[in-house]
């Protein structure tokens, strides 16, 4: 799994506005936005990058004002992390993410009401999931995330923008209405690449938690992308309260990831 997770990487960021090779690493750069979450690099699986190439890499990030930053699989690699400790990466993060697959996902009981499915337990009312159809959804969405993440990055047309070109582009973003017709929480995932597609952004307001919502958004969002033909979906997670939630859903244990970045 860890060589489809790193080759699905690659192709994800192969997409992205900007994106060229430097040595055996593709780096996403997208020059509507500085965030580092989007500007980032990974190998190539198997990858053995000579200081050379590594040296060439931070300075494809410095000539654009942009922190070198990675993220990728260490297992599908393992001649990558030691080049770039040479050369003064730092570990930013260490995730571990888990995988879902059609036989293993386990979908919310269906209501009779189209496109919902009770919360888990079934004691709170319902949960209907739904795709955005406006662009005030987007930027509903788009807002809602920002503050379900804490202010790690500020709502934008930019990030509304890019919610919208996942879902035309052939990945998935669903969310669950709050009262006011905004929105309570949500997610997304990517197109499928190398068979396996990656789902991100799960996050609900603290108002509305514990309802059910990532659950259900997880679960539908998983499904969808079955439907396109991927046979894995897989994801990070940030604390075991959201592992338990993925793990109720059909994620299992896939392997970790390594976030290195330069501040020299």
């Known amino acids: 799994m860890h060589a489809d997770v790193q080759s699905f990487a690659v192709a994800h960021l192969l997409r992205r506005p900007a994106a060229r090779r430097v040595g055996g690493f ?11 979450y989007v500007n980032y690099a990974t190998p190539v699986p198997g990858a053995e990058p000579t200081d050379a190439e590594v040296a060439d890499l931070i300075t494809a ?15 599908a690699a393992p001649r990558v992390e030691p080049a770039l400790r040479r050369a003064g990466f ?3 993060a260490v995730h571990d993410y888990l995988v879902c697959t059609p036989a293993t996902l386990t979908v919310p009981t269906a209501s009779a009401e189209p496109g919902a499915s009770p919360e888990p337990g079934g004691t709170r009312g319902r949960v209907r999931v739904e795709a955005p159809v406006s662009e005030d ?12 993440f804490g202010g790690e990055w500020a709502p934008s047309p930019e990030g509304a923008a890019r919610l919208r070109r996942t879902e035309e582009g052939g990945g998935a973003v669903r969310f669950v ?7 309570a929480g949500g997610a997304l995932c990517s197109a499928p690449a190398e068979g396996t597609a990656e789902l991100a952004g799960v996050g609900t307001l603290p108002a509305y938690r514990g309802r059910g919502i990532a659950a259900a958004v ?5 499904g ?6 991927a046979k894995t979906v897989w994801l990070e997670y940030s604390g075991e309260g959201s592992r338990r939630v993925y793990e109720r859903v059909g994620f299992r244990p896939g392997g970790t990831r390594l976030y290195l970045t330069h501040e020299g």
């Open 90 to 92: 730092r570990t930013e």
């Open 26 to 36: 593709v780096v996403g750069f997208d020059p509507a936005t500085t965030s580092p």
């Open 61 to 75: 990030f410095r000539t654009r004002g942009l922190t070198p930053r990675l993220e990728f699989a260490p297992d």
């Open 177 to 183: 209405r709050a009262e006011d017709g905004s929105c």
């Open 218 to 222: 997880t679960a539908n969002l998983a």
């Open 137 to 148: 959804d987007y930027v509903a969405i788009d807002t809602a995330l920002a503050e379900a």
């Open 224 to 229: 969808t992308l079955f439907a396109r033909g």
